[in-house]
């Protein structure tokens, strides 16, 4: 028989909104409204369902596996159960077992009657392993559309038919009723469902936004490329949070850099907002990337007499400063952009460092107000293409003009090159003739 999750009323609204933390302070922070406590076991493995929490794109539950007192997976996130498209296929298979045995596994939603609404088609997995006590974090989650989610039932019931984990044959079944209509009011749900649509740009979603423990998060989304930056005002016109597709005027943002928290998958997510200002939402800027067509070729022995300057044309260059060629074991700095932490101050990441071999080609550029930074060269060694990996720190200047610092690392090379070609960059520009503002209201009392 499958076992009954039973879900009060009280315990539906929960964040889950555990992720690679960086910050004790902030780890502090996040503790869920209600632990759930559903629970089936088989081949030594316990299997729970222990918190959810909803959003317009998606249902979220956060599982758990443990053997012999241990969280699985022991080494590699999302081994013990996960799931991954197959190439070909609608369907989605278990990480590490072919589709015959993922076939096995089955996860799906049904109303109260039985009608099966969400297939395994929407449902994906990811596996997380925070820093904090070391413990895997297993986030399942349930895609939904606008129209899913309006047109939800008041009651769902998730299914959970577990037949294979940790490549094991058993029995883990669980059902887990939820009542939607509950878990929305304590989810802190604010649905807008407005549009921004300029000609000749991809329209922009302002789905909504929620608060729940130490984060907020705004939901959007964009129909085709490009990407818009925000931000988030208070009644004093304060700016509360900031998403700047440049990485530059972020503000309070947690998903930036290695700060990865999950609450829902489903958007950008900020130090919590106070509920009682009254907030506005503004879209600051639209960006796209466009190909430069330029090509630069670099003589490595005449770099090192002297800097390689381009003129980019209108006040804007490009200077190579110098080319390395590293065949021991130590470590180099390597740029990293600048982020905004969650508690506290604006504050640059310190330089990576690597033990790779190679050549490193450092650069730096400056630009202007609309040009952010070149990125994405072509590579070629002595006339042949060559992977490489790119590492920038962005800025602005007092006059908002952008500029950057970059170093490329050319890999796999035991020698210098004779030449090294830069060919056809994309170039991120960026639009800022935007004047469009949301009230982003309240959350309704519960």
């Known amino acids: 028989m499958k076992k ?17 933390y960086t910050s004790p302070t902030f780890a502090s922070y996040v503790q869920s409204l209600l632990n759930l406590q559903a629970e089936t076991k088989d081949q030594d493995i316990v299997f729970k369902v222990k918190r959810a929490v909803i959003n317009p794109k998606v249902i979220s539950l956060e599982m758990e596996f443990i053997k012999d007192g241990k969280h699985l997976p022991l080494d590699v996130p999302g081994e013990a159960f996960s799931f991954n498209i197959v190439s070909g296929s609608s369907e989605h298979q278990f990480h590490k077992y072919n589709l015959e045995n993922s076939n096995k596994n089955d996860v799906y939603v049904t109303d109260e009657k039985g009608n099966r ?10 596996g997380i392993h925070p820093q904090i006590d070391s413990i895997p974090i297993s986030i399942l989650n349930i895609s939904l559309d606008d129209e899913t989610f309006e047109k939800l039932p008041e009651q769902v019931i998730v299914h959970f038919d577990l037949n294979r984990v940790d490549g094991k044959p058993g029995k883990w079944h669980l059902t887990a009723p939820i009542n939607v209509k509950e878990l929305k009011q304590k989810s ?28 907020s998060q705004i939901i959007t989304s964009i129909d085709g490329r490009g990407n818009y930056g925000y931000q988030v005002k208070n009644k004093k016109g304060e700016v509360v949070a900031a998403k700047d597709p440049s990485r530059v005027q972020n503000k309070n943002l947690i998903a930036s850099g290695d700060e990865n ?43 090192s007499r002297m800097p390689q300057v381009i ?13 390395e060629l590293k065949t021991d074991d130590s470590f180099r700095p390597l740029p990293r952009n600048t982020v905004k932490k969650v508690f506290g101050e604006t504050e640059p990441y310190q330089d ?21 930074e070149l990125f994405d060269w072509n590579i070629k060694v002595n ?28 890999e796999d090379l035991d020698k210098m090159p004779e030449t090294i070609t830069l060919e056809n960059p994309d170039v991120l520009k960026k639009n800022t003739s935007i004047d469009w503002k949301v009230p982003l209201g309240k959350p309704k009392p519960e």
Not at 201 to 207: D, N, Q, S, W
Not at 311 to 321: C, S
């Open 352 to 372: 990576m460092r690597t033990s790779a071999k190679g050549v490193y080609l450092e650069m730096e550029g400056i630009l202007d107000k609309e040009t952010v």
């Open 117 to 126: 609404i969400i297939d395994r088609s929407k449902v994906s997995y990811s």
């Open 188 to 215: 802190n749900l604010v649905v807008l469902n407005k549009t921004y649509q300029t000609p000749g740009r991809p329209a922009f979603h302002l789905i909504g936004w929620q608060s729940i423990n130490a984060i």
């Open 4 to 20: 009954k999750m039973v879900v009060t009323a009280a315990g539906l609204a929960l964040a889950i909104s555990i992720g690679a």
């Open 383 to 410: 006339n042949q293409d060559w992977k490489s990996f790119d590492y920038t720190r962005r800025e602005q200047d007092e006059n908002g003009n952008y500029k950057f610092r970059k170093v490329i690392h050319i």
């Open 261 to 303: 928290e999950i609450l829902g998958h489903a958007g950008t997510q900020f130090k919590r907002f106070e509920e009682d200002e009254d907030l506005t939402f503004e879209l600051t800027a639209y960006y796209w990337s466009e190909s430069l067509q330029q090509t630069i070729t670099i003589d490595p022995q005449a770099v």
């Open 311 to 323: 003129d980019l044309g209108e006040g804007k260059t490009l200077k190579i400063t110098k080319v």
